[in-house]
């Protein structure tokens, strides 16, 4: 048994991995914005599994915050063995008349706050000679689905990166790569998915165990289900201009509607509410 450091735990695959995680009867650090939520999910966790659930409260648009989370990645008492970086946000807007303010945050949370906390943690594990990092991206990584997509494609770059740095130390670096799941993450960012078909839908059980596994295994790119294995290869053999038809076809379906200026201003304030990270 060991510590587990999970951010954005306080809902959807992060929940999910604070869950399986305990349950497996690993400690559990939980990092995400809402206290009030970690407090009672650390609760639930302690007298369902007998495990050790400490709460951190942090916003990683913080740079401070994110320092404090580097400093629990880096501390000898009760080292953290895995860390899993799942916090993220559906951004939900076109990037030409955006909130600029909206898209840093997806880039602080999404993409620094990955990178700052992989490497705090993948110092201290190198030390130790043993730990594992997981990271979040998501199949969007490999099409054109505006800076979302850029973001996971970094996050997937870099995990195969520091997979590569890291052979031979004891320390593992993983990155799955789920396709549409059944989460708060949608219904939270606002965003319209009824087009989609239940086929191309995933269970978070599923998606956090196989990712789980994966890293047992020492696997570097994890992609749950068969179906979404089969779409990704399919993805990477495309003309780039069929992967941007893809992209196109996707913010017609979630984002119909150009807004106003005033528009894009409120559905801002509201996003802000729905972060899960």
Known sequence: MGTALVTGASAGLGLEFAWQLATARHDVVLVARDEQRLTRLARQLEAAAGVHAEVLVADLTDRADVERVADRLRATERPVGLLVNNAGFG????????????????LDVMVRAVMVLSHAAAGAMVERGRGAILNVASVAALLASG??????????????????????????ATVVCPGFTHTEFHARGDIDTSAYPEVAWLDPEDVVATALADVRRGVVISTPSLRYKATSALVRVLPRSAVRAIGRYRKGVELPDEPTAAEAVDQAADQDGARTD
Do not use: N, P
């Open 147 to 172: 800076t979302y997509s850029a973001h996971k494609a970094w996050v997937r770059s870099f995990t195969e990166g520091l997979a590569v740095e890291l052979e031979g130390t004891g320390v593992t």
């Open 91 to 106: 951004i939900h807007q076109r990037f030409v008349g955006g909130d600029v303010r909206r898209e840093e945050e997806g």
